[in-house]
């Protein structure tokens, strides 16, 4: 396999990103001067039967590589997706989205030309349960509370098994909507704030997908999930998707930004005129 240098920090300029390879190589863009976006898409795959599903209540999120050539990959898939940060650069989480693949087209009448049938399939669970994406807690989720106060419920998102099914095809965006200010009561007060904040970490953030009884709940608390054992049978899997949104404040100001722009004698052609 070759070899490639990831995780290199590098940031884009406005229209030069390629999303998904951008996001695997944890590069930002400059949304604004001085600010670094980025985001992060992946998945989990369910193939496991109603037999087995106390032993899936919990998912990491593989982000694929973004090379097809699976003969000579220059870039292995991600196991985990992990958002970057530190104490001098932190990271606000501003987004989550989760959703059931639906492979296409999806009737046979539609697939002339195709080469085979679709790949995915339903996620069967308990009614009224959850999947639940947003940031692990030592192998727990955060949930998002009652009450706010850190802004998890812009760094949540949620699906919930109608009829005993997560049906492929939907999908949930971030719990709090993006996190702006848009009305106050007579006074300001802290319930006012509850959807208005971005989730701010300090250190490498992994985020996960839990089954739960409730988006409040700090344990994996629900049943767990499965495919039927007909989907099992002809190949088929269910994909929770996910998608994180998150901002850093740039790196700080360094010679490398100047040095191009200031005459001196050791650079080469200094002193011009």
Do not use: C, H
């Amino acid at each position: 396999m070759a070899t490639y240098k990831s995780s290199a920090g590098a940031i884009l300029q406005p229209g030069n990103q390629i999303n998904k390879l951008s996001g695997f190589n944890d590069e930002g863009v400059y949304g604004l001067p001085g600010v670094e976006a980025f985001e992060l898409v992946g998945y989990a795959k369910v193939s496991n039967v109603a037999a087995d599903k106390a032993s899936y209540k919990s998912f990491s999120l593989t982000v694929p590589s973004p090379d097809r050539r699976s003969g000579d990959r220059v870039r292995n898939d991600r196991t985990s997706l992990v958002v970057k940060a530190t104490p001098a650069r932190p990271a606000y989480i501003y987004g989550a989205s989760i959703a059931i693949g639906q492979d296409v087209p999806t009737l046979a009448a539609d697939r002339a030309g195709f080469p085979a049938a679709p790949v995915t399939a339903d996620i069967g669970g308990t009614s009224t349960e959850l999947l639940l994406l947003g940031p692990d807690n030592s192998g727990a989720p955060l949930g998002v509370p009652a009450t706010q106060l850190l802004g998890l419920s812009a760094a949540s998102s949620s699906l919930t098994a109608a009829s005993s099914l997560f049906t492929q095809g939907s999908a949930d965006t971030t719990t709090g909507n993006l996190p702006f200010w848009s009305s106050v009561t007579g006074t300001i007060v802290a319930a006012d704030a509850a959807d208005s904040m971005m989730y701010k970490v300090t250190a490498d953030t992994t985020f996960k997908v839990y089954n739960v009884n409730a988006i409040t709940n700090t344990s994996v608390s629900g049943d767990g999930v499965f495919i039927s054992a007909d989907d099992s049978t002809a190949g088929r899997a269910g994909y929770i998707l996910a998608r994180v949104n998150y901002l850093r404040p740039a790196a700080n100001v360094s010679w490398n930004d100047i040095q191009g722009y200031i005459d001196f004698a050791s650079q080469l052609g200094g002193n011009d005129e």
